[in-house]
């Protein structure tokens, strides 16, 4: 089988410098891209830049850098606003992540609108950010959390969701990419079903925006996150999309500077969105790097990406498969390009580290997916996930390397 898409993959890696590094004396392949992506030099360019010419704070001063660095950063709200097709840029939040994007809608709207009794309902296949910011509201609220259970091949029981939706529900808080089987799942049907019964709908994007082409319009979503770091931008930066109407109803996360219009000791009135929601100097300079990653990204086009993040996947599921011994989880019909796999009679740590010596990065363990692993009997998986800058020569090293791990561990 041959990788054979429309990008120059041999292009693309001159771009990504880290690809250069040799780990355990060998040349690193780095599989780890659903932990966190690998950054091009235009993104460590767009930091560098800022911190040599721009760097100020914003939204406040009156001087040249002041409105340079005000003007780049809303350019990155304009450039997110367009990733997500969202309708206008007031409704895009900056945040610290997809964690921090839940959890500030759990604190906000979750805690202004859910009561005793409501019921919210996550997945099986949750990360634990999309579990535990729900269970403490429902926690402090007595509200009740309701889980969709899972088949065999990691796709969610669609059935049992329609059953469990009824005036009860007030909000469903949905995986798109399952971190740790590689589903993707079917929201846009789950969105609209949700919505007959009234409940608003988050979707968990950390692992979609980067693989798939996101319209929030067409979704109809009422929330969406992504974490910057896992498509190509700085860590330590993320984009909450919000419905207008949703985030004006909402109360504010925190308080602090920026996010008021005036204040006294008696009352303090709000600022207009998105600023409401974003209290204290933000983390500027990752936000402008964030635009730089989005247009290197849009540059080379999702379709593009997707295609050969595709091809890759079929392979590597193709040699996997092909390996005595060798179990995939998550088979689903539709995935994309994350496989975790277990082995009989191997530990998944021993795996990692014996590949690690060998200069290739999966992640193995839990994959902040307790739950799920304890829903499959599993205490974790091997899970090699895919980029735009990974190829069919990386995983073949990948099976050779695996091949060695196991003569080592059979004898
Ligand atoms: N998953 C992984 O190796 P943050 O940490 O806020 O950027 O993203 C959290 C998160 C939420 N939902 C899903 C589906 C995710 O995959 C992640 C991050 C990484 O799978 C790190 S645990």
Redesign the pocket.
Known sequence: MNIDTKINIAAIREDFPILNEQVNGKALVYF?N??TSQKPQVVIDALNQYYTHTNANIHRGAHYLAAKATSEYEATREAIKTFLNAESSEEIIFT?????GINLVAATYGRKFIKKGDEIIISTME?H??IVPWQMLCEEKEAILKVIPINETGELDLDAYKNMLSDRTKLVSI?H????LGTINPVKEMIEAAHQVDAVVFV?G??GAVHLDIDVQALDCDFYAF?G??VYAPTGI?ALYGKKAILEKMPPYHGGGEMIKEVSFEKTTYNELPFKIEAGTPNIGDVIAFKAALDYVQGIGKAHIAAHEKALLDYATQQLAAIEGLRIVGTAKEKASVISFVFEDIHHADVGVLLDNQGIAI?TGH??AQPLMKHLGLSGTSRASFAVYNTQEEVDQFITGLKKVIKMMRG
């Open positions: 780890d659903a932990a610290k992540g997809t964690t921090e990360h950010s999309n995986v990419i399952s971190n740790a968990d950390a692992q974490s770091h896992k993320g992640r994959h902040c």
